[in-house]
């Protein structure tokens, strides 16, 4: 077999612009099913650490010598001066803007700050998550997409972080295409994807259900493969999805047969959608039976089934007298065991799990970081 070669920067690039500008790197419709499901948000609150930033601008305002308003008025006089804006006061400001139009003096702030220290080594201090963080808060994409975007601030945004977070935002309003401008840009800045990344990817890929976009998701796939970047099963799932709805059976197999552990709802019903779109209904006859049996253990989640997904099951076997009764057998005993859900494959797909612990009682727990030794509240700045 021959050996693997990662795709260049470049054909990944050309791949993803060649959707949102036909005719530029590639050809066809922008999409040619159209946007599916519901919009949903994908990251978690340790991740988006809204609540953690939010505490941190009533701890910082409170512990201001004077007013908001005095601080800002001074660090406008800086600005007309072209005095130094220090480290301290970047992050001070982040935290005591309140509206879109603080937003206008923040940005002017950031501007000069990255302006001025641009060739210096900021160690860990990453002002480009808590930026997107405070525009998460006031519900302005906009500006957050700006700054990200802007050449001038080319390494202002160094971490995957803030692009994950930002790309959420758009997700979350449904602009699909927006969002993957976003993560486009983040490959041109050559910022290393995270794990939260491929999963933000794949779900734009998905939602936005065109051959290009699916083209687009197969490509950053192998890419991070051939890195010998370990995909999350919620990443995977994604890509099935996108396979079976753009009726590339063989590959949604293929994607499905590399998750590790294929136990969850959402692995289970695109299990079962694999078998109908492959018309291999003996088997998934099979897979059903053994869902209803009652000998496994009541401490052993038994496997559930999307309403939608059955009723897709039925829709295939209706003309096949056997297959239907059996199938009708089988699905009273799902919803005799509860074993039958009204949440559609997209609403599972888009299901965002709660936090196994929570960050806040971590925090409570501990005031210094064990990755570097600083307070938390540094810490948080740093990521």
Known sequence: MAAARRPPKQVVLRALRSWLYPGVGGSGSPCSRGPVGAKRYLLTDSI???KEFQHKKVAIAHSLPGTKETYLRKLEEKL?????ILKEELRTVLHLCESRDDVELIKNVIYRYHAE????TLGEYKFGPLFVRLCYELDDEESAAELIKDQRLRGFFSDSTSFNILMDMLFIKGKYKSALEVLIEMKNQDVKFSKDTYVLAFAICYKLNSPESFKICTTLREEALIKGEVLSTRASCF????ALNQNQVEKAISIF???MKPESIICTNLNIMIHIQSNTFKALMEIL??????NVSRFVKKHEFSEEVLAKVREKVKDVPALLARFDELYEKLHINGQVTTYTLDALLCHTPKDQKSHMILLNKRTVSRRNFQPLSQSLWAE
């Open 239 to 242: 890509a099935v999805a996108l």
């Open 257 to 259: 047969s590399q998750i």
């Open 117 to 120: 220290n641009r060739n210096i």
């Open 80 to 84: 007309t001066q072209n005095k130094l």
């Open 289 to 294: 039976k053994d869902a209803t049996e009652g």
């Open 48 to 50: 988006v650490k809204l």
